[in-house]
C-alpha cells in the first residue's frame, strides 16, 4: 500500500505563487510516474504536470509556462511550484503517483486546497 501525503495548498492573491509537495511511503518497490491534477468546483479533473520516471515532463496547456514539476527521487517527493498564478487556477490539487508496490498501481492523495484570489 502507498500513502501519499500533501502540503502547500492555501490562499493567494493573483500574481502570487505557490508550491505543492506530495511525499509518497508504503511499500514501494519503484515509482513510474508522480504528477499533480486539480478539480475545479464542476469542472472534470485535469492534468497539472507530470514526471515519469526517466524525468520526462509534461504540463497542462493553461499552466505552462507558469508551473514547474520537480522531485527528489531519494525522499520519494514531488513539487509543482506554481507562479504567476490566476483565479482560474482556483482548485484542490491531487497528487497522484503510479508505483509498483507491488503491483502497478495508481493512487491518489488527499487533495490540498489552492485559492486564488482576485
Known amino acids: 500500500q502507498v500513502q501519499l501525503v500533501e502540503s502547500g495548498g492555501g490562499l493567494v492573491q493573483t500574481g502570487g505563487s505557490l508550491r505543492l509537495s506530495c511525499t509518497a511511503s508504503?511499500?514501494?518497490?519503484?515509482?513510474?510516474?508522480m504528477n499533480w491534477f486539480r478539480q475545479a468546483p464542476g469542472k472534470q479533473r485535469e492534468l497539472v504536470a507530470g514526471m515519469s520516471l526517466n524525468g520526462n515532463t509534461n504540463y497542462g496547456d493553461s499552466v505552462k509556462g507558469r508551473f514547474t514539476i520537480s522531485r527528489d527521487t531519494a525522499a520519494k517527493t514531488v513539487y509543482v511550484q506554481m507562479n504567476s498564478l490566476k483565479p482560474e487556477d482556483t482548485a484542490v490539487y491531487y497528487c497522484?503517483?503510479?508505483?509498483?508496490?507491488?503491483?502497478?498501481?495508481?493512487?491518489w492523495g488527499q487533495g490540498t486546497q489552492v485559492t486564488v484570489s482576485s
Open positions: 508504503g511499500s514501494i518497490l519503484r515509482i513510474n510516474s
Open positions: 497522484n503517483v503510479h508505483a509498483n508496490a507491488p503491483w502497478p498501481q495508481n493512487y
